[in-house]
C-alpha cells in the first residue's frame, strides 16, 4: 500500500458519533471524511478510493451497513471494512465476516483506543496481503537470476555505474539490444538501494494499448469505462516508496507520455475517471532498445520526458562485446537448468564452448539462455558436445562459410577463433565431397589420416552431424 497517509471513510448516521470518530482518527494522522448514510457513502465511493471504510450496521434509509459491505467489496476489493453495531449477536457477525469484512465492533466501544488498535490492525494485513502479492511476484522472477555473470572489463564498467547509482534516486535510463539483461540491471539497481524492503514493480510500454496501460499505470474507478468494475489501484501506487521499472519505455503512447511527465514533475498522478491526485514516492528506472534521441528528433517521443529519465544513463554491451564472459554464463545456465531438470552435474566439452564462444549471439544473454535450456533438456548424457548444441546456433557455429574481414575492425577480431572456423568448415565439406570417405577427404586437404583424425576429433566432427563421417581409418600418408 502507499506510503502516505490511509484514509479512511466513516458512514455513520448519529451525528455526534460519526464526529467523534472524525476527530480522535484524523488525531491519528488519516486521511478521514465521513458520510451519513449509506447512499452519500456509495456515492463517495464511486468518486473516491479508501483504504479502510467503517460501517453503521443499522442506519435510516434504503441502504444499511451490509448493503455498504456489499457494495465495498464489488467496488474495491482490496478496501478492508470495519462494522460497527449495537446490536451485536454470533449471527451478524458470522454473516459481515462471510462477505469479507475484517471485523465487527461493538456500539459503544468504550475506549478510543481499541478502535485505533483495529484499524492499525486491518491496514496493516492490507500492507502485508499486498507484499505477499508481489514478493510472490519477485520470487518467481528472480528464481533463475540470483545475479548478473561476467567478469569482462565491458561488465565491470556496468557493476561499477550499479554500485555509483543505487543511493541515489535520480531516474535511470537503461538502453541496450534485446536480451542483453536490462531488467536484471534493473533490479540489481533496486535491490541495492535503500527502497529494497519496498516494491519493485515492472510494466512492459509496448505490451498493453493506451487505455489498459493507462490503467495499469495509475489505476481507475469503477465505471470509469467498460469493463471496470471495481476501483484499482495502480502500479504507481504499489510501488510506492520503491522503484517502477517501465520497460520498453520506447514504445509508450504519446498520450501516456504526458502523464509520465507529469508524474516526474509533480509528482502526483489521478486515477483513471477519479477527482483525486494521488501523491507517491517513485523511483523510475526506464529501460529501451531503441534511441530515444532519433525518437524525439523523429516526433514519437516527447523531448521533455526524454531528458527526465535520462538523468542517469546505463548502456549494455551486446553479448558479442564481452564473449570472454560466454563460458560463465554458461555454467551458470547449465547449473540453473541442470537443477530444474534433475540432471547431474553437466560439462561442456571444449569444441562445443568455443563453437557457443564465437557465435554472434543476436538475441544475446536471453538467446544463449533458450539455447542452453534446450540442450539441456536434449542432451542425451553429461557431457555436451558440439554435435549437442551446433544445431541450435547461428553464424560459424551453425557451419555456415565464415568470412574473412577485408579489414581488421577497430575493436580488433579473434583470430584463432576465425581459423578454426574456417578449418572446420572446409573439413565438413571435404567429408561430404568424398562421401564420407576419410582417405579421400585428407588427399582433398593434404593431410595424412592422422592429422586428419586429430582434426576431426579437435572438432567433434563424426557421423551424425552432417558431415558424414566414413569408416575409412587406413594409416597410410595420403596427400603427405
Given at each position: ?87 451485536a449477536n454470533l449471527a451478524v457477525g458470522v454473516e459481515a465476516m462471510n462477505l469479507g ?202 523531448e521533455d520526458l526524454y531528458y527526465r529519465l535520462n538523468v542517469i544513463p546505463i548502456t ?24 530444474k531438470a534433475g540432471k547431474p552435474a553437466l560439462t561442456v566439452t571444449p569444441a562445443a ?128
Amino acid at each position: 500500500m502507499s506510503t502516505a497517509p490511509a484514509r479512511i471513510l466513516i458512514v455513520e448516521d448519529e451525528r455526534l458519533i460519526r464526529e467523534t470518530l472524525l476527530a480522535f482518527i484524523k488525531a491519528e494522522g488519516y486521511g478521514v471524511v465521513a458520510a451519513a448514510d449509506g447512499q452519500e457513502a456509495l456515492q463517495m465511493l464511486k468518486a473516491d478510493s479508501f483504504n479502510l471504510v467503517i460501517t453503521d450496521l443499522k442506519m435510516p434509509g434504503r441502504l444499511q451497513g451490509m448493503d455498504v459491505l456489499r457494495a465495498v467489496k464489488e467496488m474495491a476489493p482490496d478496501t478492508d471494512v470495519i462494522v460497527l453495531t449495537a446490536f451485536a449477536n454470533l449471527a451478524v457477525g458470522v454473516e459481515a465476516m462471510n462477505l469479507g469484512a475484517f471485523d465487527v465492533l461493538p456500539k459503544p466501544w468504550g475506549d478510543n483506543g481499541y478502535v485505533v488498535w483495529k484499524i492499525r490492525m486491518a491496514l496493516e494485513a492490507q500492507r502485508l496481503v499486498t507484499e505477499n502479492r508481489f514478493l510472490k511476484r519477485e520470487l518467481k522472477a528472480r528464481e533463475e537470476f540470483k545475479n548478473i555473470v561476467g567478469t569482462s572489463a565491458p561488465m565491470r564498467k556496468v557493476f561499477d555505474l550499479i554500485t555509483r547509482v543505487s543511493d541515489n534516486s535520480g531516474a535511470v535510463l537503461i538502453c541496450g539490444e534485446s536480451g542483453t539483461g536490462k531488467e536484471l540491471v534493473a533490479r540489481a539497481i533496486h535491490d541495492s538501494s535503500p527502497r529494497r524492503e519496498r516494491p519493485f514493480v515492472t510494466v512492459n510500454c509496448g505490451a498493453l494499448p493506451e487505455p489498459l496501460l493507462e490503467s495499469e499505470l495509475f489505476g481507475h474507478m469503477r465505471g470509469s469505462f467498460t469493463g471496470a468494475v471495481s476501483n484499482k489501484e495502480g502500479l504507481f501506487e504499489v510501488a510506492d516508496g520503491g522503484t517502477l521499472f517501465l520497460d520498453e519505455i520506447g514504445e509508450a503512447p504519446l498520450g501516456i507520455q504526458v502523464k509520465l511527465l507529469r508524474v516526474l514533475q509533480t509528482p502526483e498522478f489521478r486515477r483513471v475517471g477519479g477527482t483525486r491526485d494521488v501523491k507517491v514516492d517513485v523511483r523510475i528506472i526506464s529501460a529501451t532498445n531503441k534511441d530515444l534521441s532519433k525518437a524525439v528528433a523523429q516526433g514519437s517521443f516527447r523531448e521533455d520526458l526524454y531528458y527526465r529519465l535520462n538523468v542517469i544513463p546505463i548502456t549494455l554491451p551486446p553479448l558479442r562485446a564481452h564473449a570472454d564472459d560466454v563460458p560463465l554464463l554458461v555454467q551458470h545456465f547449465l547449473a540453473v537448468f541442470g537443477r530444474k531438470a534433475g540432471k547431474p552435474a553437466l560439462t561442456v566439452t571444449p569444441a562445443a564452448m568455443q563453437a557457443l564462444q564465437r557465435n554472434e549471439w543476436r538475441g544475446n544473454v536471453r538467446e544463449l539462455e533458450n539455447v542452453l535450456e534446450r540442450v539441456v533438456a536434449l542432451a542425451p548424457g553429461p557431457d555436451i558436445t558440439l554435435d549437442d548444441v551446433v544445431q541450435w546456433l547461428g553464424g560459424l557455429a551453425r557451419g555456415t562459410e565464415p568470412k574473412v574481414p577485408a579489414d581488421i575492425p577497430s575493436e580488433g577480431l579473434d583470430l584463432e577463433s576465425l581459423i578454426d572456423g574456417i578449418e572446420r568448415e572446409l573439413l565438413v565439406k571435404a567429408l561430404e565431397r568424398s562421401g564420407g570417405v576419410k582417405k579421400e577427404a585428407a588427399r582433398l586437404l593434404k593431410l595424412n589420416a592422422r592429422s586428419l583424425r586429430y582434426r576431426l576429433d579437435k572438432y567433434e566432427i563424426k557421423a551424425g552431424n552432417g558431415a558424414g563421417a566414413g569408416p575409412d581409418d587406413e594409416e597410410d600418408d595420403a596427400g603427405g
